[in-house]
T-cell receptor, first 113, second 124 residues
Framework: EAGVAQSPRYKIIEKRQSVAFWCNPI?????LYWYQQILGQGPKLLIQ????????DSQLPKDRFSAERLKGVDSTLKIQPAKLEDSAVYLC???????????FGPGTRLTVT | QQQVKQSPQSLIVQKGGISIINCAYE??????FPWYQQFPGKGPALLIA?????SEKKEGRFTISFNKSAKQFSLHIMDSQPGDSATYFC???????????????????????FGQGTILTVHP
C-alpha cells in the first residue's frame, strides 16, 4: 500500500511570495489533515477534511492560508503572501473514515527568507 | 484546555536501559492517546495508542501507562536500542469509535493535539 505522498519536499521562497503544497492521501482514506510543524515543536493542526468538506479549520490563518480538497482525494495548501514565521514543515496525514490512526507523509520543508 | 504538555524535552539513555517520557492533558473530552515516533526528514509514524478504558497497553518493547484521574500518560521503552534514537511525540484527541459525528460539542473528533516532543538519544 502506497503511503501519503507530498510535493515538493523542499521549497525556499522570499517573504510576500506565494507557495502551494500538494498532498495525495492513501487510497480510500476519507479524512485528510494538514499540520504545521515548526522546528522543535509538535505538529499543529491547520485544517481537517472529511471527503471534500471542512471539519475543522479553527487554527488556519485564513488571511493568508487556504486549502482545498475539491474531489475528496488529493489536496492543496496555499500560503499567500508568506511571512518569515511560516518557515516550517507542512505535514499531510490521512486516515480511513471512523478510524483514529493517522498516517503521515514525509512533509514539505518551507523556508521563507 | 486543548494543551498537551510533554516532558522531558530531551533524554539520554544507555543501550539496554529504560526510556520514560511523560505527558499530561487538560481536556477531559480526550479519549484517544497515541504516541508517534519521528526520524529526521520523515513524517511522524504511529508507535502505539491507548484509550482510557485500560490503564496499560504493551506492544513489544513499548508500553503506555495511563492514569485517568491524574490526566497523565507515559511511554516506556524497555531495552532501549540506538535505533530508537528519534523524537517522540505524545498526542491526544477524541476517539472515533461509534457513530459520533466528527464535529460535536465544540470538539473535532479525529483531530490530534500534540505535545512538544522529546528527543531521545540512546548511546551504544
Amino acid at each position: 500500500e502506497a503511503g501519503v505522498a507530498q510535493s515538493p519536499r523542499y521549497k525556499i521562497i522570499e517573504k510576500r511570495q506565494s507557495v502551494a503544497f500538494w498532498c495525495n492521501p492513501i487510497s480510500g482514506h476519507a479524512t485528510l489533515y494538514w499540520y504545521q510543524q515548526i522546528l522543535g515543536q509538535g505538529p499543529k493542526l491547520l485544517i481537517q477534511f472529511q471527503n471534500n468538506g471542512v471539519v475543522d479549520d479553527s487554527q488556519l490563518p485564513k488571511d493568508r492560508f487556504s486549502a482545498e480538497r475539491l474531489k475528496g482525494v488529493d489536496s492543496t495548501l496555499k500560503i499567500q503572501p508568506a511571512k518569515l514565521e511560516d518557515s516550517a514543515v507542512y505535514l499531510c496525514a490521512s486516515s480511513p473514515s471512523g478510524v483514529n490512526e493517522q498516517y503521515f507523509g514525509p512533509g514539505t520543508r518551507l523556508t521563507v527568507t | 484546555q486543548q494543551q498537551v504538555k510533554q516532558s522531558p524535552q530531551s533524554l539520554i539513555v544507555q543501550k539496554g536501559g529504560i526510556s520514560i517520557i511523560n505527558c499530561a492533558y487538560e481536556n477531559t473530552a480526550f479519549d484517544y492517546f497515541p504516541w508517534y515516533q519521528q526520524f529526521p526528514g520523515k513524517g511522524p509514524a504511529l508507535l502505539i495508542a491507548i484509550r482510557p478504558d485500560v490503564s496499560e497497553k504493551k506492544e513489544g518493547r513499548f508500553t503506555i501507562s495511563f492514569n485517568k484521574s491524574a490526566k497523565q500518560f507515559s511511554l516506556h521503552i524497555m531495552d532501549s536500542q540506538p535505533g530508537d534514537s528519534a523524537t517522540y511525540f505524545c498526542a491526544a484527541g477524541g476517539s472515533l469509535r461509534g457513530s459520533r459525528p466528527l464535529n460535536a460539542g465544540g470538539t473535532s473528533y479525529g483531530k490530534l493535539t500534540f505535545g512538544q516532543g522529546t528527543i531521545l538519544t540512546v548511546h551504544p
